[in-house]
């Protein structure tokens, strides 16, 4: 009795280091990764393991361990990202502000049987820095840290939730059926890794494109509406045509909204939005002398060309009252308002018919 009290309190002492030790951990692992792109991490956590916890597993290996500090995973954290690649750029950001114990260390991404599929990520035992800045009592606790992508998350957690352990004691349907589930998460994550590398060679092309006047037959997207927009020569001798009139200063804005607009307008390609800037340009820039002539503003969307073209568009190619209502209700909620701005293209259509 009095060996388990002893034994307690010496894990309760060493679990109190190690929760003084976490949100140093937490804060340095932040640091250290506060250069990658906020898009590639989903989530950072830790847990520290219960003293029932560490006793289950000494009792389950006691030829492995003989005391709680042999212990490597009494603190475990866990950095979820969303993309495989971005596994090695962030343990590379891990080895360089902490110790590795290499030998300790495993990528189960190597480890695991080529024909098989199953639980992958790479799992480092590190601590902090023989460095005098920190205590000298916790720069020597080593600690976990899994480095894995959301899917290989997905399938460690439903693993772990339904108590697959091994091979031999797991019925051959349950395996098999594991193992179908995990090629299913495994390819998946090759695709989103792929599609990701597509969509930055995709731009790339499209950069290229519009910078050696070549885009004609590029299709409108997200993409290719950005790039045209801070980077045609075409739309930007336009913008600063509209900025002069007021010597605004223009402040960028995400053009991805304009889309829905231009799909109405039956403009499809960059082409097809390069002959509407060319064809409306004069009218655009009339109405764009009326409207801010006056009007003092100091600084203008990137995107106000758009505005006005629009508009010129309306003016010029005779839709109808009801089809002018319909394309302004694609970014106006207010009925009046709606109904003002239908008013003002059709008098402006009339003024410019005289």
């Given at each position: 009795m009095s060996t388990t009290k002893n034994s307690n309190q010496k894990i309760n002492e060493l679990l109190e280091k190690y929760s003084a030790l976490a949100p140093i951990i937490d804060e340095r692992i932040r640091s250290a990764l506060s250069g990658i792109n906020h898009s590639a991490l989903y989530d950072i956590t830790h847990r520290i393991k219960t003293v029932k916890s560490i006793k289950g597993k000494m009792e389950r290996k006691p030829d492995k361990y003989h005391d709680a500090s042999e212990l490597r995973d009494i603190l475990g954290f866990r950095i979820i990202c969303f993309f495989e690649e971005d596994i090695?750029?962030?343990?590379e950001k891990i080895a360089g502000a902490f110790r590795v114990d290499r030998k300790h260390s495993k990528d189960k991404r190597s480890l695991i049987d080529p024909t098989s599929f199953g639980y992958l990520s790479l799992h480092y035992i590190i601590a902090l820095p023989d460095d005098e800045a920190f205590p000298e009592e916790l720069r020597h606790l080593w600690f976990e840290v899994q480095i894995r992508t959301i899917l290989q998350h997905v399938w460690a957690e439903i693993e772990h939730d339904l108590g697959y352990k091994s091979e031999f004691g797991t019925p051959r349907e349950v395996r098999r059926n594991f193992s179908k589930a995990a090629s299913l998460l495994e390819t998946a994550d090759d695709l989103f890794s792929n599609i990701k590398k597509r969509l930055v060679d995709y731009k790339k092309e499209v950069i290229r494109s519009i910078e050696n006047d070549q885009a004609?037959?590029?299709?409108?997207?997200?993409?290719?509406?950005?790039?045209?927009?801070?980077?045609?020569?075409?739309?930007?001798?336009f913008l600063r045509e509209i900025a002069s009139i007021t010597g605004a200063t223009i402040n960028d804005a995400n053009p991805e909204s304009q889309l829905a607009q231009l799909d109405f307008?039956?403009?499809h390609t960059l082409?097809?939005?390069?002959?509407?800037?060319?064809?409306?340009?004069?009218?655009?820039?009339?109405?764009?002398?009326?409207?801010?002539?006056?009007?003092g503003l100091e600084e203008l969307s990137s995107t106000v060309p758009y505005y006005y073209l629009y508009r010129a568009v309306l003016i010029n190619n005779g839709c109808s009252p009801?089809?002018?209502k319909e394309f302004l209700s694609l970014t106006l909620r207010d009925e009046n308002n709606i109904?003002?701005?239908a008013q003002w293209i059709l008098d402006a259509r009339s003024e410019q018919q005289r």
């Amino acid at each position: 009795m009095s060996t388990t009290k002893n034994s307690n309190q010496k894990i309760n002492e060493l679990l109190e280091k190690y929760s003084a030790l976490a949100p140093i951990i937490d804060e340095r692992i932040r640091s250290a990764l506060s250069g990658i792109n906020h898009s590639a991490l989903y989530d950072i956590t830790h847990r520290i393991k219960t003293v029932k916890s560490i006793k289950g597993k000494m009792e389950r290996k006691p030829d492995k361990y003989h005391d709680a500090s042999e212990l490597r995973d009494i603190l475990g954290f866990r950095i979820i990202c969303f993309f495989e690649e971005d596994i090695d750029v962030i343990a590379e950001k891990i080895a360089g502000a902490f110790r590795v114990d290499r030998k300790h260390s495993k990528d189960k991404r190597s480890l695991i049987d080529p024909t098989s599929f199953g639980y992958l990520s790479l799992h480092y035992i590190i601590a902090l820095p023989d460095d005098e800045a920190f205590p000298e009592e916790l720069r020597h606790l080593w600690f976990e840290v899994q480095i894995r992508t959301i899917l290989q998350h997905v399938w460690a957690e439903i693993e772990h939730d339904l108590g697959y352990k091994s091979e031999f004691g797991t019925p051959r349907e349950v395996r098999r059926n594991f193992s179908k589930a995990a090629s299913l998460l495994e390819t998946a994550d090759d695709l989103f890794s792929n599609i990701k590398k597509r969509l930055v060679d995709y731009k790339k092309e499209v950069i290229r494109s519009i910078e050696n006047d070549q885009a004609e037959n590029l299709y409108l997207d997200a993409i290719t509406i950005t790039e045209f927009t801070s980077r045609s020569r075409t739309y930007q001798n336009f913008l600063r045509e509209i900025a002069s009139i007021t010597g605004a200063t223009i402040n960028d804005a995400n053009p991805e909204s304009q889309l829905a607009q231009l799909d109405f307008l039956g403009i499809h390609t960059l082409g097809a939005l390069v002959e509407m800037i060319d064809r409306e340009h004069d009218t655009a820039l009339r109405i764009a002398q009326e409207k801010l002539s006056d009007s003092g503003l100091e600084e203008l969307s990137s995107t106000v060309p758009y505005y006005y073209l629009y508009r010129a568009v309306l003016i010029n190619n005779g839709c109808s009252p009801e089809r002018i209502k319909e394309f302004l209700s694609l970014t106006l909620r207010d009925e009046n308002n709606i109904e003002r701005n239908a008013q003002w293209i059709l008098d402006a259509r009339s003024e410019q018919q005289r």
